[in-house]
Structure formats: structure tokens, C-alpha cells
């Protein structure tokens, strides 16, 4: 077992590989705590889509000796609060609790992972449930362009799936194969034990020690690269009221040194209310409601875009603002949109510190991503020392990448003459 005493988040990595970093937060009598595993859906084999998702939602369907009645009563007892969540490249199970109770949290997650019940009645109900959750999702076009979106961009490979899989995958998968998952992919170093706020980190320490030594193994497979393609997929059949575009293009990996400068540019140009695609698409021109640009950073990757929903006969001029904005941001941004886009990142920093959930979210991402956690100074030095000429050459570096992705769902005949409106970001 190894300790690290410096002030601030403290880390004790125990022998069985398993880490655990908690943050004192002496002003709060309630904690949140919860287990990363640094597992999701690009982990999973060409037969396993939606396996991540369904194991997540397993965890609270029974153990060997809790039933699922048990595990919600225990907790809510107590007045706390109990949740899970799959992403692409992580799947969290967490609890809010009294300090006094993090004991009994710690006993119903580590008894959810440890003695999972798999029950085969359980099983096939929760089935169901997430067949219906992927029938509301079909139904949600403004979720639906989304995992359009993503699959187009990444075609062929578990990172441009769906996370909740398919109705004919999902009711494949029994206790056997759900139990090979587990096994395979939740196995230190890749599982940290986080906590912040009312927590005492000897206590959690010696709690976590008794109760995760099965997880020591060799790390898990590493998932296949990624490969972005891009491209242009249009959904039809949908009698939508707006269209639902997205504007995409291969992005950086929340590892590489050029990731602020990216973000600062993102922000700039669609990151809020002062931004030039709120300002142009929305404000001056009155072509949409919403309109919002992103980057998701992954492992070894990343994915940028812009989301905006118009009317179907206003596609083509929204398309073409969208991308020449997105040009002439690169050449034109100021010194007064970078010092906002900064003060954004900054603000949203330090809420996170506000929040003893999102604190313990933030320490678990960070040392599953780096091994270690991120100072806040350190961050806000290199969000600082971002220049106008670093978020200029990161947006040209943007448009230069690769192909771009398109997606839309939606009415209007102008779909398809919008997507060719968008090729033009792979030559500007």
C-alpha cells in the first residue's frame, strides 16, 4: 500500500492496485462517494453493445445478500441517495450520504460489484426497461441525431455506438456474459474509489482495503484506437417539426497539450450567449433556438461540433452561417473574446469545487485520465497562458484535421444541399 500526505485531495493506492483519493470538505455534513471503473462502451467485443449499460443497471437489481428493494431502502433510510451512469469510456457508481453513514454506502456499492445477484427474473425485467429506454431515445430526435452523429463519425466501432446497444443485443446477454464483463474489465488500476466532502480518507482507506481486494488483476484490454471517418448521414421518415443538424469534426484528446486552446476557441464560438454563433444565427438572424458548439475529448481522441434546430426551410442559410462563421472565427476572434471564453472555463472550474459530487466525479476522472489529480492552479495557468495566436491555430488545426461529419434529422428538402454546405470546412 502507498500513501501520498501532500495537502489537498489525498491518494492511498492499496496493494491490490485499487486507488482510492478523497477531498475533505470540512464545511459539509453530507459526502459523495462512488467507484469509477475506467470501462464503457468502447470496451465492449463486437457482440457486447449495450452490455456496459445493462451491467450498470444489474448493479442495483440484487446481490447475494441484499434483494433491489433492500439496496434502495438501506440507502434512502439513512436519507441518501444512490445512482450509476455508463459513458463511452467510464461507468460510475455513486451515493450521496450523511459522513456518518459512508460506511453503509461503501457495503451497498462494494456488495453491487463484488456479489451481484445476476438474478434471471431480474434480468429479463430490466430487459424490458431498457428496451424502452432505447424506444424513447428513438423517439427523442434532438438525443437521436446525437448517436447519429457519433456512429458517422466513427463508423464501425464501439466509441460511434449507442451506449444503451440495440432491443436484439440487450436481450441477448444472460448472468454468464455479464459476469465475463465484469471479470474482464472492471480489474485494477483502472477502478478508483473516490469520495469529497464529510469523509474521513483512514476510514475510507481501511473500508475500501476489506472490501475491493477482488478487484487486483492485470490491467484491462486496452480498447482498439479509435479511427474517425466523418461523413454524412440524413435520417429520414420523421414527420419533426424542425430540423436537427450537426456539424462535426475530429477533435483531441483531453491529453493533448493543444486541448485549451481548442476549448477556448469552442467557447468562443459557441459557448454562450456572447458567443459569435448565438449572436449570428440566433440573435441577428432569428434561424434557430438553440445553437451551441462542443468538443468531447476522449482517451485518444476527440470530437467537435456544432448542434443547432431550424425550421426546415431555413436549413441551407443555417448551414452556411454556421460554417462561415466557424471560418471566420479562426481569422477575426479578439482579445475580448478570449479573455471571456477564459472567464468561462475558470467559473466553471471552480464550481465544480462547490459541489462535493462533482468535486469526486472530477478526482476520479482525473486519475483514471493522468494517474493523478489536477491542481486547480494548474489548469487555470495553462487556460491562462491560452494566446489569441494559440486559439487561432487551434481552430485552423480544427478545420484542417479531417473530413467533416454531418448528421441531420428532420424536414426540408435542402438536407442533402446543407451537407454539401458543410464540405466546406474540409477545405477551408
Wanted: charged letters at 25%; hydrophobic letters at 40%.
Amino acid at each position: 500500500m502507498s500513501r501520498d500526505d501532500a495537502p489537498g485531495p489525498r491518494i492511498t493506492r492499496l496493494d491490490s492496485g485499487v486507488t482510492v483519493v478523497t477531498d475533505a470538505m470540512p464545511h459539509l455534513a453530507t459526502a459523495s462517494l462512488g467507484i469509477w471503473a475506467g470501462a464503457g462502451a468502447r470496451d465492449e467485443e463486437p457482440d457486447e453493445h449495450g452490455i456496459s449499460h445493462l451491467l450498470e443497471h444489474m448493479a442495483f437489481k440484487g446481490t447475494k445478500r441484499r434483494s433491489a428493494r433492500a439496496i434502495a431502502e438501506e440507502i434512502e433510510a439513512v436519507g441518501g441517495d444512490i445512482n450509476a451512469a455508463t459513458s463511452v469510456e467510464h461507468t460510475t457508481y455513486n451515493a450521496r450520504v450523511l459522513g456518518e453513514d459512508v460506511p453503509l454506502a461503501l457495503d451497498v456499492l462494494s456488495d453491487i460489484l463484488t456479489e451481484p445477484a445476476f438474478d434471471p427474473e431480474e434480468l429479463a425485467r430490466e430487459h424490458n426497461v431498457i428496451v424502452q429506454e432505447i424506444g424513447a431515445a428513438l423517439d427523442t430526435p434532438d438525443d437521436l441525431v446525437f448517436d447519429l452523429f457519433q456512429e458517422r463519425a466513427f463508423p464501425g466501432q464501439p466509441i460511434g455506438r449507442s451506449i444503451l446497444g440495440t432491443p436484439e443485443t440487450v436481450r441477448s446477454f444472460g448472468p454468464d456474459r455479464l459476469r465475463a464483463y465484469l471479470a474482464r474489465n472492471y480489474r485494477a488500476p483502472k477502478m478508483i474509489v473516490a469520495a469529497a466532502g464529510a469523509v474521513e480518507h483512514e476510514a475510507m482507506v481501511e473500508e475500501v482495503a476489506k472490501r475491493f481486494s477482488g478487484f487486483a488483476a492485470a490491467d484491462k484490454p486496452a480498447p482498439a484506437p479509435a479511427r474517425y471517418q466523418g461523413g454524412t448521414e440524413i435520417g429520414g421518415g420523421r414527420d419533426l417539426e424542425q430540423a436537427h443538424i450537426l456539424i462535426g469534426l475530429p477533435g483531441l484528446s483531453y491529453r493533448d497539450p493543444a486541448i485549451h486552446a481548442l476549448q477556448v476557441f469552442t467557447n468562443i464560438l459557441g459557448g454562450g450567449m456572447s458567443s459569435r454563433l448565438f449572436q449570428e444565427v440566433r440573435e441577428a438572424r432569428g434561424l434557430c433556438y438553440a445553437v451551441y458548439s462542443f468538443h468531447w475529448g476522449y482517451a485518444d481522441t476527440g470530437l467537435f461540433g456544432v448542434y443547432a434546430g431550424t425550421d426546415g426551410g431555413d436549413v441551407d442559410e443555417l448551414v452556411d452561417v454556421v460554417v462561415d462563421q466557424i471560418e471566420t472565427t479562426i481569422e477575426t476572434l479578439s482579445e475580448g473574446e478570449l479573455a471571456r471564453a477564459k472567464a468561462q472555463a475558470k467559473v466553471g472550474l471552480l464550481a465544480a469545487l462547490e459541489s462535493s459530487g462533482a468535486r469526486a466525479d472530477q478526482l476520479a476522472r482525473q486519475m483514471l485520465a493522468f494517474g493523478r489529480p489536477i491542481p486547480l492552479e494548474e489548469i487555470v495557468a495553462k487556460v491562462e497562458a491560452v494566446t489569441l495566436n494559440d486559439a487561432k491555430a487551434a481552430g485552423r488545426a480544427l478545420v484542417g484535421r479531417g473530413l467533416p461529419t454531418f448528421t441531420a434529422l428532420g424536414p426540408g428538402k435542402s438536407l442533402e444541399t446543407a451537407a454539401r454546405i458543410a464540405e466546406r470546412l474540409s477545405a477551408a
